[in-house]
């Protein structure tokens, strides 16, 4: 009869050890979760981020850095029609008024949850950002080159062979 007793014992451990196990889960089931300090709450991308209030000078000398103004003037807007020229070429208080409107519509795309939308209203702020860089710069003093500069043959280069 040992052998039976050696096996009573055995289910008497797996009893205890499955008590435990119960109460830990219960305790576990109750109490939070640990964090870990390393990781901290799980990141979730939403894009590329939003963009600053006022477009820095390495985005208005880029590809996109001067768009052309597509759209009516603001209704506040009382001087000329600035529509088919670029920002570099309005002036500050348009741009001003052209920033405005732009982030006007970006609060609207943006309380849209349509994808598209959501597209939409990062660019409208990143032209935002655009308009108020270049009437920053325009106040500055900035002037737009002329059409002259673009045309202009370059001086040739110096011949590296040629002798002193």
Known sequence: MAAGNDA???????????????ALAARAATAPAPQNPWNGPAY????????????????????YGDPEVK??????WTGPSMQGKHFSECPAEYLDLVADRLLYFAA??????????????????LDAGRAKGWAARIRAGYTPPTAKNFNEEPEPAADPFAPF
């Open 71 to 76: 759209a009516k003037s603001p209704r506040d």
């Open 44 to 63: 979730v991308p939403t894009g590329q981020g939003t963009p600053p209030p006022v477009a820095s000078d390495y985005d208005l000398d880029g590809p």
């Open 108 to 125: 609207q795309n943006a309380a849209d949850t349509d994808p598209e939308a959501q597209k939409k209203a990062r660019y409208n702020r």
């Open 8 to 22: 009573l014992d055995v289910l008497k451990q797996i009893n205890t050890k499955l008590d435990t196990l119960i």
